[in-house]
């Protein structure tokens, strides 16, 4: 019988390891899914890789799996951080989302000049990155931070990481992102709907560590450029080479 059932778990995950379930899973396990005792499931909590387990109590508000054999191990993805200015709920919701399933390491929300909106809910998104880990099949689920300031995060930059700024004001330039070899450590930057000031288009131009890139000769929405960017660095420099 394949497994067809996938469930992040906040718990070490080893051979004969109990793991309790909350509420809010048991619903899901036994209301939702309809699993009964014995039911077996993959299990990951982004560290111990993926797990066979088996149903051993189940409640209604609550219940216990067996941990069996490991399946998978860990599979880390490159170390990219996705930087974006939060933009309306539903899309904020499809950028983590996707950048989640598309092999993100970090994805951190930035407060940009034009930033529409100064408040996000990190555990909301953060419950959309393991969502998106336990759909696509991952083993390793992006911490979302909280929001920073895009002059602060620039302003603590590590030396060694790279930064792809996706600049609007770029379009058509037909500017990609050129040979780079040698860095392992990236971002990408994406701006928000009203798109990056002149004061930071200016000091991110200066900065040593910035590749300015185009996506091409159209503007995009900010949730399509973001999926947009990361297929570029994925398929450039990440793991689908
Ligand atoms: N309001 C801005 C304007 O009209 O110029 C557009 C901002 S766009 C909706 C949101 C973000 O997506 C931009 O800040 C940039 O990071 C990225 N973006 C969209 N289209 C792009 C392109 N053709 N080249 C580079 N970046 C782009």
Known sequence: MSIKIRLYVDHPL???????????????????????????????????GEWRAEVTQ????????????????????????????PIK?????FIVEKAAEMGAAR???????????????????QAHA???????????????????KLDRVLADWPEDRQL??????????GKALGAVAGHDKWAILIGPEGGFS???????????FAHVVSLGPRILRAD???VAAMTIWQQHLGDWA
């Open 130 to 148: 393991v969502e998106a880990a336990e759909q696509c099949g991952g083993t390793y689920v992006p911490e979302v931070c909280d929001l920073q």
């Open 58 to 85: 189940a409640g209604k508000r609550g219940g216990e799996l067996a941990c069996h054999e490991q399946m998978r191990p860990l599979q880390m993805p490159p170390d990219l951080w996705l930087l974006f200015a």
């Open 89 to 93: 709920k539903a899309r904020t919701d």
């Open 107 to 125: 994805i951190v929300p930035v407060q940009t000049d034009f930033t529409n909106s100064e408040r996000i809910r990190q555990d909301r998104l």
């Open 198 to 208: 002149e004061a930071e288009r200016k000091r991110l131009h200066a900065l040593p």
């Open 164 to 173: 792809m700024f996706c600049d609007e004001a770029e379009v058509g330039a």
């Open 224 to 226: 399509t450029a973001a």
């Open 14 to 48: 080893g051979p004969g390891q109990s793991v309790p379930l909350d509420r809010d899973q048991a619903h899901y396990l036994f209301g939702v899914m309809r699993q009964k005792i014995g039911a077996e499931l993959a299990l990951f909590n982004g560290v111990d």
